[in-house]
Antibody, heavy 124, light 108 residues
Framework: QVHLVQSGAEVKKPGSSVKVSCKAY????????FNWVRQAPGQGLEWMGA????????NYVQRFRGRVTITADESTNTAYMEVRSLRSDDTAVYYC?????????????????WGQGTLVTVSS | EIVLTQSPGTLSLSPGERATLSCRAS???????LAWYQQKLGQAPRLLIF???TRATGIPDRFSGSGSGTDFTLTISRLEPEDFAVYYC?????????FGQGTKLDIK
């Protein structure tokens, strides 16, 4: 059974950085995509970017390029997302989500397993 | 960027009734790359449907998806108490992989 476990809640000052981790249990890590989706309080879901560990390169939504870095460590089956220059509107729950694989239907950008979410609060 | 518009914003129904949720795309979602998720308060989203029509593992058959091109529908045939939640559609045809704004299904 696949299980994604994220790091705990963070409180950060504006202008600082945060790095959230997502450790995968239960299945082959490298061949799947690991995506980051955020949800501001009371709002909808926003895809931020993803990495496929076997390929090593990440892709991002245009508006996050240069401020967000997604990485993966195959030795520990862990994906990471770092957000720099935090602003108050970055306050959100950040989810990692695995690219979908169901009965031979594989696509990196629908999401079959999700982490529990990490609340990042940006406040002075 | 493909914009997904869900309607209605809120749907008030009773257990046992049929729910029909709509998702309209600003441009064609090719290859049927449309998914639906359910989210309950304080929880992560849960995959219900992918490829427009295929139920994810463990999803009851009262949930069904349909549609093509720019118009998609999630139908819940007979609402159970645990189905009252927020539902999101998502396209994975082209980056950025966008979500609709959600439909809240609440108890009448």
């Amino acid at each position: 059974q696949v299980h994604l476990v994220q790091s705990g809640a963070e409180v950060k000052k504006p202008g600082s950085s945060v790095k959230v981790s997502c450790k995968a249990y239960g299945d082959t890590f490298s061949r799947y995509s690991f995506n980051w989706v955020r949800q501001a309080p009371g709002q909808g879901l926003e895809w931020m970017g993803a990495i496929i560990p076997a390929l090593g390169t990440a892709n991002y939504v245009q508006r996050f390029r240069g401020r967000v870095t997604i990485t993966a460590d195959e030795s520990t089956n862990t994906a990471y997302m770092e957000v720099r220059s935090l602003r108050s509107d970055d306050t959100a729950v950040y989810y990692c989500a695995r690219g979908g694989d169901s009965n031979g239907y594989y696509h990196p950008y629908f999401f079959d397993y999700w982490g529990q979410g990490t609340l990042v609060t940006v406040s002075s | 960027e493909i914009v997904l518009t869900q309607s209605p914003g809120t749907l008030s129904l009773s257990p046992g009734e049929r729910a029909t949720l709509s998702c309209r795309a600003s441009q064609s979602v090719s290859s049927g790359y449309l998914a639906w998720y359910q989210q309950k308060l304080g929880q992560a989203p849960r995959l219900l449907i992918f490829g427009t029509t295929t139920r994810a593992t463990g999803i009851p058959d009262r949930f069904s998806g349909s549609g093509s091109g720019t118009d998609f529908t999630l139908t819940i045939s007979r609402l159970e108490p645990e189905d009252f939640a927020v539902y999101y559609c998502q396209q994975y045809t082209s980056s950025p992989y966008t979500f609709g704004q959600g439909t809240k299904l609440d108890i009448k």
